[in-house]
Antibody
Framework: QLQLQESGPGLVKPSETLSLTCSVS??????????WGWVRQPPGRGLEWLGN???????YYNPSLKSRVTISIETSRTQFSLKMDSVTAADTAVYFC??????????WGQGTLVTVSS | QSALTQPASVSGSPGQSITISCSGS?????????VSWYQQHPGKAPKLMIY???NRPSGVSDRFSGSKSGNTASLTISGLQAEDEADYYC????????????FGGGTKLTVL
């Protein structure tokens, strides 16, 4: 059974770069059928799609965040990553990694809270 | 990209049926049969309940069903149970400047 686990700093300073990793276990990261994605949820608010990546490295980003977000995949280490530049308090959220079709995710990580504060 | 529009809250009594709507545009819900619904309990990750408008992943109760008409999608839950109380989010494939995914703002379901 596919399992995902997010990891990374829980506190990031304003203007710095947020970096998170999603470790994949119980399944293959090398499928070209399924997408690996990132979704975030500010405290008490709704879900926001950040982007997807395929095993080949092809990426798709939320247009409103595209200039600040980079998603990459490390197949040898069975993990994929999220980087978000120039963060502000508005980027404080629970960040989820997920797997599924382009627009529907069947498998989710448990989520990790990232707080942006000095 | 604007979020899809959902009612903030709905409620129903055990055994009843409820429907949650999700409104979009021709660039998302109206243009493609790629609407999904998620259930999220407090402090938990979302759980996929419906994908491709009407399909249920294995293990999801058949009390949950999805539909679409024009630019509006709907999730119906029949035979409400206490465990159904949660937040529900719709999502849709979207093509504006580039292809992506839009989420709705979420609907809080209260089982009375």
């Amino acid at each position: 059974q596919l399992q995902l686990q997010e990891s990374g700093p829980g506190l990031v300073k304003p203007s710095e770069t947020l970096s998170l990793t999603c470790s994949v276990s119980g399944g293959s990261i090398s499928s070209e059928t399924y997408y690996w994605g990132w979704v975030r949820q500010p405290p008490g608010r709704g879900l926001e799609w950040l982007g997807n990546i395929l095993y080949s490295g092809t990426t798709y980003y939320n247009p409103s965040l595209k200039s600040r977000v980079t998603i990459s995949i490390e197949t040898s280490r069975t993990q994929f990553s999220l980087k978000m530049d120039s963060v502000t308090a508005a980027d404080t959220a629970v960040y989820f990694c997920a797997n599924g079709l382009f627009d529907s995710y069947k498998t989710w990580g448990q989520g990790t809270l990232v707080t942006v504060s000095s | 990209q604007s979020a899809l529009t959902q009612p903030a809250s709905v409620s129903g009594s055990p055994g009843q049926s409820i429907t949650i709507s999700c409104s979009g545009s021709n660039s998302d819900i109206g243009g493609y049969d790629y609407v999904s619904w998620y259930q999220q309990h407090p402090g938990k990750a979302p759980k996929l309940m419906i994908y491709d408008v009407t399909n249920r992943p294995s293990g999801v109760s058949d009390r949950f069903s999805g539909s679409k008409s024009g630019n509006t999608a709907s999730l119906t839950i029949s035979g409400l149970q206490a465990e159904d109380e949660a937040d529900y989010y719709c999502s849709s494939y979207s093509v504006t400047a580039t292809k992506g995914v839009l989420f709705g703002g979420g609907t809080k379901l209260t089982v009375l």
